[in-house]
């Protein structure tokens, strides 16, 4: 038996879901059409996630998963009430920007998008459960990218500035913490989903990626700085996809890409945790001349406007290599990694390592100082349900409490500042990376395949009771 000493009073225990993975109803009560929808289950999905393969709307002979999803539109209420019943204290979940903006330049909001939020909301609070909400988790209206080029714009600024105003203040009392960007590293590796971009030939892509995160760091800020102002309660955090990059060997080479590798995801957190744009990438622009347009008041709005904590993901460490001869890579994985030869993967070939956990939360709180939150971990993986669709999810168990050790551990014997831990689809949702409802992260099961088909029944799985039993002990028990 293993027992762990108690976590925090109040720490937030939960789970966290996207808006386009799991709302589906992708055209009611007005909503827009947006880049999460267009980007279908397949070959083709990599290349346009990455911005390279152009896919603005729906197309013949590509199925859709985002469409429908597993319709939490339709079935939040019972839902929320499966969550409460583990006993989670928070819910991480995101707003879909062309509900409350189905365009995105309009004036005015869309009531039907906004009344879907607030009811979604105080569902939660009923059950006292603490919203988290990410204001763009890989969302972005179509009509923005058709007209103004996605993120590279800086008008989009405003847009989104001007949804920050609307939701701030008609979620006032409703909602308390807040994050601007879901993993906002990831315009580096998935461009499209991550900033709206698709390149047009010729185009330097490097120099369009930075430009497009200069105006989402500023736009991170200015929503930072109104979210304050609003309602001097709200906390707001920056989000990373994290992972310590490990060295391959121990030659000074291979530490020195590994640190380079990490820089870069660092980059962005280093600029919305300490307001300024580090040295390293200064150099690294003019080195590549990288032309970045930034105004005197992009850079006082950064300084002013840092976040109050730091979120992330976290799945597996990574591995870099100084030697260019060295380059086998992990499967089917956004962030293509060298394997690690000491760590099992899961079956998509992410690489499991709950120690590499702790290392990156003593890393980012030696970096900053200040509050994490773990806002995303877990284990996606093939789930087969018996006669009575119960789920024997052994596998996902281990997972997740080899990771809550190790958080506890960063906690009580590292002493990091942990606000909360929120596992990665508490409900089974569909994959951002690959389209798949087969690869399940959840502790509830929804009865729905890959071509969708199913009743999108929900049932607990084995990891149910387990959560619920994690919570209940404030993570001291976690047989
Ligand atoms: P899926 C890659 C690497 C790290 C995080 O991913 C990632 C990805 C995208 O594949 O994304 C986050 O669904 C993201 C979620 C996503 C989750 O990780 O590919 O914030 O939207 O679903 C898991 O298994």
């Known amino acids: 038996m293993s027992e762990n000493k108690a976590f925090p009073k109040g720490f937030l225990w939960g789970g966290a879901t996207a808006a386009n993975q799991v709302e589906g109803a992708y055209d009611a009560d007005g909503r827009g059409l947006a880049n999460v929808d267009v980007v279908p289950i397949g070959k083709d999905r990599f290349p346009i996630i990455s911005g390279q393969k152009k896919m603005f709307d729906f197309e013949e002979g590509y199925f859709y998963p985002a469409k429908e999803s597993i319709d939490f539109y339709h079935h939040y209420k019972e839902d929320i009430a499966l969550f409460a019943e583990m006993g989670f204290k928070t819910y991480r979940m995101s707003i879909g920007w062309t509900r409350i903006f189905p365009k995105g330049d309009e004036l005015e909001p869309n009531e039907a998008g906004l009344q879907f939020y607030e009811n979604v909301f105080k569902e939660c609070r009923k059950y006292g459960i603490e919203p988290l909400v990410t204001i763009t988790h890989f969302d972005f209206p179509m009509h923005l990218i058709e007209e103004y080029g996605g993120w590279r714009n800086r008008k989009v600024i405003k847009f989104y500035e001007r949804l920050c105003q609307v939701i701030f203040n008609r979620y006032k009392g409703l909602v308390k913490y807040w994050l601007t960007f879901n993993e ?8 499209f989903m991550g900033a709206g971009l698709y390149f047009e030939e010729g185009e330097n892509q490097e120099e369009v990626k930075y430009q ?42 291979d530490y020195w890409a590994a640190m380079k590798e990490d820089r870069e995801n660092y980059f962005f957190i280093d600029v919305q945790a300490r307001g300024q744009y580090p040295n390293y ?26 976040v109050d904590f730091i979120s992330f993901s976290y799945y597996s460490s990574r591995v870099a290599s100084g030697d260019p001869k060295v380059n086998e890579q992990t499967e089917g994985n956004i962030f293509a990694s060298i394997k690690n030869p000491y ?23 030696d970096r900053y100082q200040k509050p994490m939150f773990i806002v995303e971990n877990g284990l996606g993986a093939v789930d087969t349900p018996d006669e009575n669709s119960y789920v024997e999810d052994d596998y996902r168990i281990d997972y997740l409490r080899a990771h809550v050790k190790a958080m506890n551990e960063a906690i009580n014997e590292d002493g990091v500042e942990l606000l909360g831990y929120t596992t990665w689809g508490p409900i089974d949702l569909v994959s951002a990376g690959t389209g798949e409802m087969k690869k399940r992260y959840g502790f509830i099961y929804v009865d729905r395949d890959n071509d969708g088909n199913g009743s999108l029944k929900r049932s607990k799985k084995k990891s149910f009771d387990w959560y619920k039993k994690v919570i209940a002990s404030n993570g001291t028990d976690i047989d």
């Open 343 to 365: 760590l099992p993967a899961s079956e998509w070939g992410w690489q499991i390592d709950p120690l590499g956990l702790r290392i990156t939360l003593n890393t980012i709180w």
């Open 184 to 191: 906002i590293n990831m315009i580096l590796h998935a461009p």
């Open 212 to 253: 497009a995160a200069h105006h989402e760091l500023v736009a991170s800020a200015i929503a930072t700085k109104i979210a304050h102002e609003v309602d001097p309660e709200n906390k707001v955090g920056c989000m990373l996809a994290a992972g310590q990059y490990y060295p391959n060997t121990c030659h000074p080479d």
């Open 281 to 306: 990438a200064k150099k690294k622009f003019e080195r590549e001349h990288l032309n970045i347009k930034m105004t005197e008041e992009d850079l006082t709005l950064l300084k002013e406007n840092t």
